[in-house]
């Protein structure tokens, strides 16, 4: 007669253990939850697309090249010019990728980068 409530007791034992434990830790997720904020996963990588015929067109890169600061003209000087290089690096890859497609010669895709490289600074 012992052993049944030996076990009883050892198994009310072993539950109310279990169910301290998982109280706390659900106390600490929600806490922890509260006190600081997980970051973002981090995003994909840029999906980088090949050009085709259109897009390879020199008046078009000039005219996206003229509109891609608009949205920032508000900035200072300095933001502009870091903005500046980055959109210049990405049209030089564009023409290298251009060149390679044979959408572009080569002397027309330096033309065009030079071109763009001593255009007015300001959007």
Same mark, same amino acid.
């Given at each position: 007669? &012992?052993?049944?409530?030996?076990?009883?007791?050892?198994?009310?034992? %072993?539950?109310?253990? %279990?169910?301290?434990?998982?109280?706390?830790?659900?106390?600490?997720?929600?806490?922890?939850?509260?006190?600081?904020?997980?970051?973002?996963?981090?995003?994909?990588?840029?999906?980088?697309?090949?050009?085709?015929?259109?897009?390879?067109?020199?008046?078009? &890169?000039?005219?996206?090249?003229?509109?891609?600061?608009?949205?920032?003209?508000?900035?200072?000087? +300095?933001?502009?010019?870091?903005?500046?290089? &980055?959109?210049?690096?990405?049209?030089?890859?564009?023409?290298?990728?251009?060149?390679?497609?044979?959408?572009?010669?080569?002397?027309? +895709?330096?033309?065009?980068?030079?071109?763009?490289?001593?255009?007015?600074?300001?959007?």
């Amino acid at each position: 007669m &012992i052993r049944p409530r030996l076990d009883r007791a050892l198994g009310l034992l %072993v539950g109310s253990l %279990v169910a301290s434990l998982l109280v706390p830790l659900g106390a600490m997720e929600a806490s922890a939850g509260l006190g600081r904020q997980q970051p973002a996963p981090p995003t994909s990588p840029p999906t980088r697309y090949d050009p085709d015929r259109t897009t390879c067109e020199p008046e078009r &890169i000039r005219s996206a090249f003229q509109q891609q600061l608009q949205p920032y003209a508000d900035q200072s000087e +300095a933001v502009i010019a870091q903005l500046r290089l &980055i959109q210049l690096e990405m049209t030089r890859s564009t023409l290298r990728r251009c060149v390679s497609r044979d959408l572009l010669t080569r002397p027309q +895709a330096d033309q065009l980068f030079r071109e763009l490289s001593s255009s007015p600074t300001r959007p």
